[in-house]
């Protein structure tokens, strides 16, 4: 009798399909990974060292930096907003944490102090202590933002 069209059907089931994955694929992209405290949180291992494994977490614009070692134990964390570093009270070595402004060049005594993370502004060192404790250092310095372009003859010269 009557017969009815699916093309108008078929197309908007196909674009409501597309919609979905796209959603679904940024909603992966975008996924808060979890786990602050844990031994193996939810997250990639960050650490420029084999002796460690370091964790980042980013919330509304505040990064987490969360220092465990092999073992899976977390040492300690910090939260670091600009250029404010705050020590958390989470790991076995929280009280071992210093903070500092400016990277500065290793002293000769700082020989055993490892790198674990680094990035443009935050580098963080462990150095174990004689007492099995964990010294963890973390220094940080302003990111200068580039210098926007005013003049078109001198684009070329920015850093």
Known sequence: MFRKSFGFASRSGVAAMALTALLSTAAFAQAPVTGLGQSWPNAADVSVSPHYHVYVFVRDGIRYIQVNDL?????????????????????????????????????????????????????????????????????????????????????????
């Open 71 to 159: 073992n899976g134990t977390v040492r300690a964390a910090v939260a670091v907003a600009d250029d404010v570093v705050l020590v958390l009270p989470v790991g076995a070595d929280a009280q071992y944490v210093t903070t500092r402004h400016g990277f500065a060049q290793p002293t000769q005594n700082a020989g055993v102090a490892e790198t674990v993370y680094s990035d443009r502004s935050t580098r963080i060192t462990a150095t174990p202590t004689s007492t099995g404790a964990l010294q963890v250092n973390v220094a940080t310095t302003p990111v200068i933002a580039p210098a926007i372009c005013t003049s078109p003859g001198n684009c070329g010269n920015l850093n």
